[in-house]
């Protein structure tokens, strides 16, 4: 009887549990599409899985824009209270945002016509205005500038969507997968892009590929081994 009482306490709690984080994910992402920039809702789905069940402290994510894949992570570390942060790196300038484009590309015109200013502008006001500001820490520089701010193997979990041209891709995986945990993850947006090919190419050697947990012919989860 004592079993059958604990059982039940054991399950109902679980169940509690698990609803409450049904309904608080499906809310959070009922508001994704207010987010400017291209994170999905699938996408933002799995970001928010991964940090429910990993519980991470140390998040951090290069190329930000307007916050469409830092509002699920940020409010997914919300939701697990355990302090945990999402670094947000970006230069948000259009100099850096030409790096390594032919001026005859269509995406250096895309980025030279855009007004970066308010793409920054929207990302701190979507912060304030869904209160993740203490979940976000914001670091307005490049992956360079920022990777000497964090230690070797220090990060649980690591998202590159930067930069997306081949050098600048490849050197953020060099630069920022040391400072990722052993067992810790790291998530590549666009890996269905030929200039991201070498530093996709280099993950899949280095680390794990999860390819339950990413986002097919998209975004794509490693653990570092
Ligand atoms: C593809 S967008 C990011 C998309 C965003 N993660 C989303 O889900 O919508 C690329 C971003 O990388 C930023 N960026 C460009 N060069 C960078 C660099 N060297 N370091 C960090 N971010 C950079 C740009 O300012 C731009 O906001």
Request: hydrophobic share 40%.
């Amino acid at each position: 009887m004592k079993w059958l009482l604990s059982s039940f306490v054991i399950f109902s709690t679980t169940l509690h549990a698990s609803q409450s984080w049904q309904s608080y994910k499906k809310d959070t992402l009922s508001h994704q599409g207010e987010v400017w920039g291209w994170c999905t809702n699938e996408k933002a789905e799995k970001l928010m899985n991964l940090i429910h069940d990993t519980n991470p402290k140390v998040c951090v994510e290069i190329g930000v824009f307007g916050g469409s894949s830092i509002y699920p992570t940020a409010s997914a570390l919300r939701y697990n209270r355990n302090s945990g942060v999402v670094h947000a790196i970006d230069p948000w300038t259009t100099e850096a945002c030409l790096v390594g484009y032919d001026t005859n590309d269509p995406n250096f015109k895309w980025w030279q016509a855009l007004d970066i200013e308010s793409i920054y502008n929207h990302f701190t006001g979507m912060l304030k205005h869904f209160k993740l500001t203490n979940q976000c820490k914001v670091l307005r520089m490049t992956s360079e500038e920022a990777s000497s701010l964090f230690e070797d193997e220090s990060i649980d979990i690591l998202h590159i969507d930067g930069n997306h041209t081949a050098d600048v891709a490849l050197a953020d995986v060099l630069m920022f997968l040391p400072k990722v945990k052993k067992g810790g993850y790291v998530w590549f947006d666009d890996v269905n892009w030929e200039s991201t090919r070498k530093a996709v190419d280099y993950l899949s050697e280095n680390c794990e590929f999860q390819e339950a947990r990413s986002v097919k012919d998209a975004c794509f989860l490693f653990r570092k081994p």
